[in-house]
């Protein structure tokens, strides 16, 4: 007679390429027709440059000192993409 090694175990498998693209479909479902990517990356850009205007001379050279070591993004590096 075998002697059951599973402890009465069921086996289960799951594919997770198949559900991550389910779940990023629905995430873009739930997102809604209307949305748009791009428009959305145009507010987060603005919202940066806005965040970052009107510095005085002591803010900006902080922020130059945390660009130049990496802390914050550059202007051309794509920013909503780096994080």
Do not use: K, N
Not at 27 to 49: F, I, K, N, S, T
Request: net charge negative; hydrophobic share 45%; no cysteine.
């Amino acid at each position: 007679m075998s002697q059951d090694t599973t402890g009465g175990l069921i086996p289960f498998a799951i594919d997770l390429t198949f559900e991550e693209a389910r779940r990023r479909a629905e995430v873009v479902a739930a997102l809604g027709p209307h949305w748009d990517p791009a428009a959305e990356l145009r507010d987060e850009e603005a919202a940066y440059a806005l965040l970052y205007s009107g510095l005085d001379a002591e803010q900006q050279r902080t922020y130059d000192l945390l660009v130049a070591a990496g802390v914050l993004p550059d202007e051309g590096q794509g920013r909503a993409a780096a994080h």
